[in-house]
């Protein structure tokens, strides 16, 4: 069974950056379509980024197009979301998600697809 791990979380401000990462163990990575998400307080958990499991194809939620950028080391089995120009409104903790093997490329921004998760990790933008 695959485990995730995030990390890279933090206290920013305004139009910083922050570098997340997912490390991945305990089964195989490069089948998997994988994602990030994020829950604020008081919020449903929402779908964030995905990238398929050759990193050939991305899906981003609106908020952070142009903004964040979903990539993958699959010989480092890590997934990880660049997130530049923050602003207060991406305060959320963050999950890493992997999705069951070998699923078809419109599945990346199904939340249902996505069954294995990460413990999260807070980022927290100050204005």
């Known amino acids: 069974q695959v485990q995730l791990v995030e990390s890279g979380g933090g206290l920013v401000q305004a139009g910083d950056s922050l570098r997340l990462s997912c490390a991945a163990s305990g089964g195989t990575f490069s089948n998997r379509h994988m994602g990030w998400f994020r829950q604020a307080p008081g919020k449903e958990r929402e779908f964030v980024a995905g990238?398929?499991?050759?990193?050939?194809?991305?899906v981003y939620v609106d908020s952070v197009k142009g903004r964040f950028t979903i990539s993958r080391d699959n010989a480092k089995n890590t997934v990880y979301l660049q997130m530049n120009s923050l602003k207060p409104e991406d305060t959320a903790v963050y999950y890493c998600a992997a999705q069951i093997p070998f699923q078809p490329l419109g599945s990346i921004n199904r939340g249902p697809n996505y069954r294995i998760w990460g413990q999260g990790t807070q980022v927290t933008v100050s204005s």
């Open positions: 990238i398929s499991w050759s990193g050939g194809s991305t």
